[in-house]
């Protein structure tokens, strides 16, 4: 692929600021984020520094624990329970997967409606038909009029938030907020 001059596709980058948005719309009087991720996870670094510049742009204290394994995930949990963080949040990082802080009162926002399902609290993302059908479509126009006047990516808002409603009735956490940002999907906790 690398000789030649034109190489598209769709990713499904993480709208970082979407996700710690609606964590402040929940709660406008968090003090403290904890962020949890792994080193070994690529796909954190950048959701992870725009994470930091966002809460510093807005005087929020962040407190990092990472994690490799799924002892160390619990550990890191752990400390942030410990360091009294009022949210967490995690990129879309697999390794996280097993943190459980809804017993501990802290609400978890992710990156993957997966996590959600697997006990996290929420997150936002695209509606994967939607990025399909416009994908499709700027391909069709790259093929039928070319590449002039065509943009060097195009960014699709996300438009879906999920909620666990198990988890935010331990966390005794009002959602009804996230509706006015986006389309609302109530999921359960399952054990995928």
Do not use: W
């Not at 959701?47 to 966002?54: G, Q, R, S, V």
């Not at 949040?89 to 009162?105: H, K, Q, S």
């Not at 666990?164 to 986006?182: C, E, G, I, R």
């Amino acid at each position: 692929l690398t000789g030649m001059d034109y190489v598209t596709g769709t990713s499904d980058a993480l709208d970082t600021n979407q996700i710690l948005d609606m964590m402040f719309t929940q709660n406008p009087d968090i003090g403290s984020v904890g962020l949890l991720y792994s080193l070994s996870e690529p796909n954190s670094t950048k959701p992870i520094a725009e994470a930091k510049a966002y809460l510093e742009q807005h005087g929020i204290t962040c407190v990092e624990q990472t994690a490799n394994t799924n002892d160390e995930v619990v550990a890191a949990a752990a400390a942030l329970i410990s360091a009294k963080v009022d949210a967490v949040f995690t990129p879309t990082d697999n390794v996280i997967m097993a943190a459980d802080l809804a017993e501990a009162g802290i609400p978890h926002y992710t990156g993957a409606d997966s996590f959600v399902r697997n006990g996290a609290f929420a997150t936002c993302g695209v509606n994967y038909t939607e990025l399909g059908a416009r994908t499709a479509t700027l391909a069709y126009q790259a093929m039928t009029q070319g590449m002039d006047g065509m943009e060097d990516y195009y960014r699709m808002d996300g438009g879906i938030i999920t909620v666990n409603t198990d988890t935010a009735a331990v966390l005794k956490a009002d959602y009804s907020v996230f509706a006015q940002m986006a389309q609302l999907v109530e999921v359960t906790t399952t054990k995928d």
